[in-house]
C-alpha cells in the first residue's frame, strides 16, 4: 500500500488510500520523511474534501508535510490549492457589487464611497499571503498565477485609491470612476477563474444527486440496481408524457420498504423523494414522517381529521408512515381507529384532489408488512409488487465499514488491533432479528467516544493523534462490570461433588478452546456438538451447572450473550392449534445468544396423539437448525424419560450427543453442603449435630438432594429463631441439635 503511494503524483487524482488507513500509517510512524510528507498532504485532502471550508488540521497536516519535503510536487500544488481555495473564499465574501461608484453621486458621496472601498481592499489584501503572491513563477500556466494576478490587481486597486483620497484631501477631488468600477469587474471575473482552476475534488457540488448518494451508501448492491432501474423507467415514462403518451397501468410512486432495524428505510425513502422531485414528478422533495401516534385518534371522527391533515401536508412530496402495521392491531376493537385511518388513506390515494398529487411510502419489519398488506386488499392493491424494496441485513464486512465512517465523521480512527476488537463486539449484538444494523453499530462508536473522553483526563496528551486515536483499551467498556468476576470454571470447581460432571464440562471447554484457536489459524475445525441432555434426579445440580456452562461457552466465544433461559412445557405448549409453534419460537428468541434450559423436558412428549408438545418439539428441531451456533439447547430431566424423549424424533437424537449424568449426591456431599448453606447465612453447628445429619443423609434416601438440604437448613434456622424468642442463646448464630431434629423431621414430612 505504502509503495502504491509513492505513485500518486497528482492532487488532481485521489490519493491511493482511504484517510483511515493515512491515519494508521502516521499513527505507526515511518522514518522515510519523504513517504511521511506524502502521508500528511493525503490527509490533508481527505479533510479538504470532508471539510471544503477553513479546517485547522488540514492547515497543520500541510504545514507538517511543507517541514518534512516543502520541495514535492504533491505537497507544493495542495499548498497552493489551499490558499487559492482561501482567497476564493475571501473574495466570495468581499461586497464586490458594492465597490462599483456612479458619476451621478455627489463628490462628497464619492468620496465617502471611496474610502470605505479602500478599507474593504487593504483587509482583503492583509488576508492574502504574500510571500505566495510574490513568489516568482517557473511556468506561467500554474494555478498560482491567478492568485498573483488578483492579489497584483488588489494592490493597483489599492494604490489608485489612495491617489483619490489624497486628492480629496487636497480639494482637488478627482476619482477615476471608470477605472475603479473596471479593476472591480476584473476581479469579479478572476474570482470565478479561482474557481475554474480549483482541484476538481474541491470544487465537487456538496448536493450530489440522488442517485450519486445512494451510490455513497454501504452495501445494497441489489436495491441500489434496482433504484437505478427504477430511475431509468421513471426517466422513460417521463419522457413519454411529454410526447402526450399516456399509461392506463402505471405502477404509480407509493412505494413499500421492510427491512429490520437500522438497515436505512427512512433514508431510502428520503432518497425516492429527491428522485421524484429530480424528474419533476413532485414539485418538492419534502417528506412528511409519521406513524401510527400521529395519526391515530382517540375518539370517532378524529383519526379521518389527523389523517387528512398530514395528506394536506404531503402534496407535492412524500408521505412516509414508519411501521405502517401499527395501524392494524390483532384482535382490534370497536375503540381502535386505526382501520379509519387506513380507508382515509386510500380513499385520498384515489380521490380525484389528492390521487397523483402525493407519494405514500410505507416502511416497516418484512413479516410484520407482510401480514398487514394482506389484510388490507385495498391497500395492498395500491403497492404493486414491483414498488416492493427489501433492505437486506448489513454483512460483517459492511457493518465494519459504517463503523469506521462514523467514527471518521466524529474525527476519530480505530488502530488496526481496535479494529479488530470492535468487529467482535458488533458480533456480540448480532444475536437476532431485533440488530439494530447500522443505528447498532453506530451507537457502539458512540459508546466507545464516550468512554474513550471520559478516560482522556487521566492521560497524557502530546499529540493530535491523541485525540483522534481509538485503541483497543478506549474499548474496555465492555469489561467493566465483569473484572470482579470468578470464571466459570473456578464456580464449577467450588461446587459439591459433581466430579464426573466437572471433569464433562472441563473436557468440553477444552475441546472448543482448542478448536477456536485451529479455527484462528486457518486450520481445519472438528464440528462441536454442544447441545446437552442433563439428566439425573431433582437437586442434583442441573440448573446450577448449565447456568455455568452458558457462561463457559461465552468465555470460549462461541456463545454471544451467554445468559440462560429457563423453560418448561407451559412455557413452549399451547392449548389451541397454532399457536405452540409461536409460543416455542418466542422463547427461542429469548435464548438467542445464550442457552435453552427445557426442565423436565420429557413432558413435551407423552405420546398422546391430541399433544402440542410434539408440535414443540418439532419447531425446536427446526429453530435450532435455523440458528446453528447461535443457540445451545440443554434438556434435563430423569435419565430413562429423557433417553424416552430422545429417541422419540430423529431431529433430537441427531442433535443431542452429549450427555450428562448427574448422580445423587453422598451422605458426607450432603453434609459438606448443608454447612455450606448454614455458612451463607452465617451459621454453624457443633460435631453433635454433624453426627446426628450424617446418620440421617446414611439411613435414608434423601428425595430433592440440594433442594433438600437448603430446605433444611431454612427450616432449622427458623427453629433456632423460636428457641432464640424463648431463652437467649449464647451464640446466635449456632444452630443446636434441636434446630436440625426438627427441621429433619418437618422437611422429611413435606417430601
Known amino acids: 500500500m505504502l509503495n502504491t503511494l509513492r505513485q500518486w503524483q497528482s492532487i488532481d487524482q485521489a490519493p491511493p488510500i482511504t484517510e483511515v488507513e493515512a491515519l494508521r500509517y502516521v499513527n505507526e510512524g515511518t522514518e522515510d520523511k519523504e513517504l511521511k510528507a506524502v502521508l500528511y498532504t493525503a490527509l490533508a485532502y481527505h479533510r479538504m474534501k470532508r471539510h471544503p471550508g477553513e479546517d485547522p488540521l488540514a492547515d497543520q497536516f500541510i504545514d507538517e508535510a511543507r517541514r518534512l519535503e516543502g520541495s514535492h510536487s504533491l505537497v507544493t500544488d495542495l499548498y497552493e490549492s489551499k490558499q487559492l481555495m482561501k482567497a476564493y473564499a475571501i473574495l466570495k465574501e468581499t461586497p464586490l457589487e458594492q465597490w462599483i461608484l456612479h458619476e451621478t453621486d455627489h463628490d462628497s458621496a464619492k468620496a465617502k464611497k471611496v474610502k470605505s472601498i479602500h478599507e474593504d481592499v487593504k483587509e482583503v489584501i492583509n488576508q492574502w499571503n504574500h510571500d505566495l503572491a510574490e513568489k516568482p513563477l517557473l511556468d506561467v500556466s500554474s494555478r498560482l498565477k491567478i492568485y498573483q494576478d488578483i492579489y497584483n490587481e488588489l494592490v493597483e486597486l489599492k494604490e489608485m485609491l489612495e491617489e483619490a483620497i489624497h486628492s480629496i484631501e487636497n480639494r482637488r477631488i478627482r476619482v477615476p470612476v471608470k477605472e475603479v468600477n473596471e479593476r472591480t469587474r476584473q476581479l469579479s471575473d478572476k474570482q470565478d477563474d479561482i474557481h475554474r482552476r480549483l482541484p476538481e475534488f474541491l470544487t465537487e457540488t456538496a448536493s450530489r444527486n440522488p442517485l450519486e448518494a445512494l451510490d455513497q451508501m454501504v452495501g445494497l448492491q441489489d436495491v441500489k440496481d434496482y433504484i437505478h432501474r427504477y430511475y431509468r423507467f421513471l426517466q422513460y415514462q417521463q419522457e413519454r408524457k411529454n410526447f402526450g403518451f399516456t399509461m392506463v397501468d402505471e405502477p404509480g410512486l407509493h412505494m413499500i420498504i421492510t427491512g429490520n432495524p437500522g438497515t436505512g428505510k427512512t433514508t431510502m425513502a428520503r432518497l425516492l423523494a429527491n428522485i421524484y422531485h429530480e424528474l419533476g414528478i413532485l414539485d418538492t422533495k419534502e417528506v412528511v414522517e409519521v406513524n401510527r401516534s400521529h395519526l391515530v385518534g382517540s375518539y370517532v371522527g378524529q383519526s379521518e381529521e389527523n389523517t387528512m391533515n398530514y395528506v394536506k401536508q404531503a402534496i407535492g412530496g412524500v408521505l412516509f408512515i414508519d411501521e405502517a402495521y401499527s395501524l392494524r392491531r390483532e384482535g382490534q376493537t370497536g375503540n381502535d381507529y386505526g382501520q379509519a385511518v387506513i380507508d382515509t388513506l386510500v380513499s385520498a390515494m384515489t380521490s380525484k384532489e389528492y390521487g397523483g398529487k402525493f407519494a405514500v411510502i410505507m416502511a416497516g419489519y418484512p413479516e410484520e408488512m407482510r401480514q398487514f398488506l394482506w389484510s388490507n386488499p385495498g391497500l395492498r392493491s395500491r403497492f404493486p409488487e414491483q414498488n416492493h424494496i427489501e433492505l437486506p441485513d448489513y454483512q460483517m464486512d459492511e457493518l465494519m465499514n459504517i463503523a469506521e465512517q462514523t467514527a471518521l465523521e466524529n474525527d476519530f480512527f480505530f488502530t488496526e488491533q481496535a479494529r479488530k476488537q470492535f468487529d467482535s463486539l458488533i458480533d456480540k449484538e448480532r444475536v437476532d432479528d431485533s440488530f439494530g444494523n447500522a443505528r447498532t453499530v453506530k451507537n457502539l462508536v458512540l459508546k466507545t467516544v464516550f468512554h474513550k473522553g471520559a478516560q482522556e483526563a487521566e492521560r497524557d496528551k502530546q499529540h493530535w493523534l491523541d485525540h483522534m486515536r481509538i485503541t483497543t483499551e478506549d474499548l474496555s467498556w465492555d469489561k467493566d462490570d465483569k473484572l470482579e468476576e470468578r470464571s466459570p470454571m473456578q464456580r464449577l470447581d467450588e461446587l459439591i461433588g459433581l466430579s464426573s460432571v466437572k471433569t464433562e464440562v472441563r473436557k468440553l471447554s477444552s475441546f472448543v478452546q482448542a478448536q477456536q484457536r485451529r479455527k484462528e489459524k486457518g486450520y481445519p475445525v472438528v464440528p462441536i456438538q454442544l447441545h446437552s441432555v442433563f439428566s439425573g434426579n431433582p437437586g442434583t445440580g442441573k440448573t446450577t451447572v448449565a447456568s455455568i456452562y452458558a457462561d463457559v461457552l461465552k468465555e470460549c466465544g462461541l456463545l454471544k450473550r451467554g445468559h440462560m433461559v429457563v ?185
Request: charge should be negative; proline fraction near 2%.
Open 567 to 751: 423453560a418448561s412445557r407451559s412455557d413452549l405448549v399451547a392449548g389451541y392449534v397454532g399457536q405452540t409453534a409461536i409460543k416455542t419460537k418466542r422463547k427461542i428468541r429469548e435464548a438467542l445468544g445464550g442457552v435453552l434450559f427445557i426442565d423436565e423436558a420429557y413432558a413435551l412428549y407423552n405420546g398422546g396423539r391430541d399433544d402440542f408438545g410434539k408440535e414443540a418439539i418439532e419447531t425446536l428441531v427446526d429453530e435450532m437448525t435455523k440458528h446453528n451456533e447461535n443457540l445451545v439447547v440443554i434438556l434435563a430431566g430423569y435419565k430413562q424419560e429423557m433417553e424416552q424423549l430422545v429417541e422419540s424424533n430423529p431431529g433430537l437424537s441427531s442433535r443431542f450427543k452429549k450427555y450428562f449424568q448427574f448422580p445423587d449426591y453422598t451422605e458426607q456431599e450432603l453434609l459438606d453442603m448443608t454447612h455450606y448453606h448454614a455458612q451463607n447465612y452465617g451459621y454453624f453447628f457443633n460435631e453433635w449435630a454433624e453426627s446426628y445429619l450424617l446418620e440421617k443423609y446414611a439411613g435414608h434416601y434423601i428425595r430433592g438432594n440440594g433442594r433438600f438440604v437448603n430446605n433444611l437448613v431454612n427450616e432449622a434456622v427458623q427453629y433456632q429463631a423460636i428457641r432464640m424468642l424463648e431463652d437467649e442463646p449464647e451464640d446466635m448464630n449456632e444452630l443446636e441439635l434441636p434446630d436440625l431434629e426438627k427441621a429433619w423431621s418437618a422437611v422429611r414430612r413435606e417430601s
